[in-house]
């Protein structure tokens, strides 16, 4: 399909289809979907926090076969080398030469499963093709898929044997997303479908003519960078952003409780973000909903408490709750 022939309101259809779909698969699981959808029109990747058990896996799972996508999955362990992440040059004794071997992060849509357990050492590798788009072995530079989408998770239940990620390699993730545990009605649900897939054998495979093919995802991301933000809206999410650098212009008690704010990195982040939510949504034009709707999850991890305020209790989404309750709405 010729990306250029491919019309708005078909990508929308297509798109809305596909969120039904996943909503069906993955329940109780609706705000995750809708980032994930998020992350993927906006070219970013997704850091995902919560308990063993809440379908994170199950979620990129049935958005990468409904992808134009290969997708692989990477389990961390203390005991995983760079390597294992990248790939490597292998010794060919009957050639007499050195061959790449490409890791699993030459797929399209890659799940790095508790990413929290392995050393800084495997994190950087990962973060650092995350970020450039490409991974070099050796003296040669190898280019990632165009189309490459990273679901990191980490669980927050247990401590020994895991490596925090630093905060500055947070920052690599478009949004930072913490998820719960289902309600009753909706846990109710969950044991209906697992029943029906026990029955079955599993999920039903997806048709082929159902994905979405990468022209289709490309021709969405210059659909939502082509949205309409008006100029106040812009000025209200930049406020934002230089809100959590000099919060003393809003609040002095705020300013002792913020130790780092976000970059320009996050700026760029919470933008993107906030149009794909209004494209989503079904609009052509951003509303300041879509920016404070998002704002958590994009800034809650590059908005840093001092010592003393993690000491009362406060981390980066209380505190960007707290800037978009004393920022003004354009």
Same mark, same amino acid.
């Given at each position: 399909?010729?990306?250029?022939?491919?019309?708005?309101?078909?990508?929308?259809?297509?798109?809305? +289809?596909?969120?039904?779909?996943?909503? %069906?698969?993955?329940?109780?699981?609706?705000?995750?979907?809708?980032?994930?959808?998020?992350?993927?029109?906006?070219?970013?990747?997704?850091?995902?926090?919560?308990?063993?058990?809440?379908?994170?896996? $199950?979620?990129?799972?049935?958005?990468?076969?409904? @992808?134009?996508?290969?997708? +692989?999955?990477?389990?961390?362990?203390?005991?995983?080398?760079?390597?294992?992440? $990248?790939?490597?040059?292998?010794?060919?004794?009957?050639?007499?030469?050195?061959?790449?071997?490409?890791?699993?992060?030459?797929?399209?849509?890659?799940?790095?499963?508790?990413?929290?357990?392995?050393? =800084?050492?495997?994190?950087?590798?990962?973060?650092?093709?995350?970020?450039?788009?490409?991974?070099?072995?050796? %003296?040669?530079? &190898?280019?990632?898929?165009?189309?490459?989408?990273?679901? =990191?998770?980490?669980?927050?239940?247990?401590?020994?044997?895991?490596?925090?990620?630093?905060?500055?390699?947070?920052?690599?993730?478009?949004?930072?997303? *913490?998820?719960?545990?289902?309600?009753?009605?909706?846990?109710?649900?969950?044991?209906?479908?697992?029943?029906?897939?026990?029955?079955?054998?599993?999920? !039903?495979?997806?048709?082929?003519?159902?994905? @979405?093919?990468?022209?289709?995802?490309?021709? +969405?991301?210059?659909?939502? @960078?082509?949205?309409?933000?008006?100029?106040?809206?812009?000025?209200?999410?930049?406020?934002?952003?230089?809100? !959590? #650098?000099?919060?003393?212009?809003?609040?002095?008690?705020?300013? *002792? %409780?913020?130790?780092?704010?976000?970059?320009?990195?996050?700026?760029? +982040?919470?933008?993107?973000? =906030?149009?794909?939510?209004?494209?989503?949504?079904?609009?052509?034009?951003?509303?300041?909903?879509?920016? #404070?709707?998002?704002?958590?999850?994009?800034?809650?991890?590059?908005?840093?408490?001092?010592?003393?305020?993690?000491?009362?209790? &406060?981390?980066?989404?209380?505190?960007? =709750?707290?800037?978009?309750?004393?920022?003004?709405?354009?």
């Amino acid at each position: 399909m010729d990306s250029q022939t491919v019309d708005e309101a078909g990508l929308r259809a297509r798109f809305d +289809a596909l969120r039904t779909e996943l909503v %069906k698969e993955v329940v109780g699981q609706d705000r995750l979907i809708e980032r994930l959808l998020i992350t993927l029109l906006a070219n970013g990747h997704l850091l995902v926090e919560g308990a063993p058990g809440l379908a994170k896996t $199950t979620a990129i799972r049935a958005l990468a076969q409904r @992808l134009e996508a290969d997708f +692989a999955r990477i389990q961390f362990t203390p005991d995983l080398l760079p390597a294992d992440v $990248t790939g490597s040059d292998v010794w060919r004794p009957q050639d007499g030469h050195f061959e790449f071997q490409p890791g699993p992060i030459f797929h399209s849509i890659l799940l790095a499963d508790e990413i929290n357990r392995a050393p =800084a050492k495997v994190q950087s590798a990962l973060l650092e093709a995350m970020g450039e788009r490409q991974v070099t072995v050796g %003296k040669r530079t &190898w280019p990632l898929p165009e189309l490459f989408l990273v679901m =990191a998770t980490q669980n927050p239940i247990e401590q020994e044997g895991t490596f925090p990620l630093p905060e500055a390699q947070l920052d690599r993730f478009l949004m930072y997303v *913490r998820i719960g545990y289902p309600q009753a009605d909706t846990e109710s649900e969950i044991l209906r479908l697992a029943r029906e897939r026990a029955r079955t054998g599993g999920a !039903s495979p997806v048709a082929a003519s159902t994905q @979405l093919s990468r022209q289709e995802v490309f021709a +969405a991301r210059r659909a939502v @960078l082509d949205l309409h933000m008006a100029t106040a809206l812009e000025r209200y999410l930049v406020e934002l952003v230089l809100a !959590s #650098r000099e919060p003393a212009r809003y609040d002095a008690g705020l300013a *002792r %409780k913020i130790a780092w704010g976000a970059s320009p990195r996050g700026s760029i +982040a919470l933008e993107r973000c =906030a149009r794909a939510r209004a494209w989503l949504s079904g609009r052509d034009f951003v509303t300041p909903e879509d920016v #404070r709707e998002v704002a958590t999850d994009v800034l809650g991890h590059r908005v840093l408490p001092s010592f003393e305020a993690s000491a009362e209790g &406060w981390d980066g989404p209380r505190l960007v =709750a707290e800037l978009l309750r004393l920022v003004p709405l354009p």
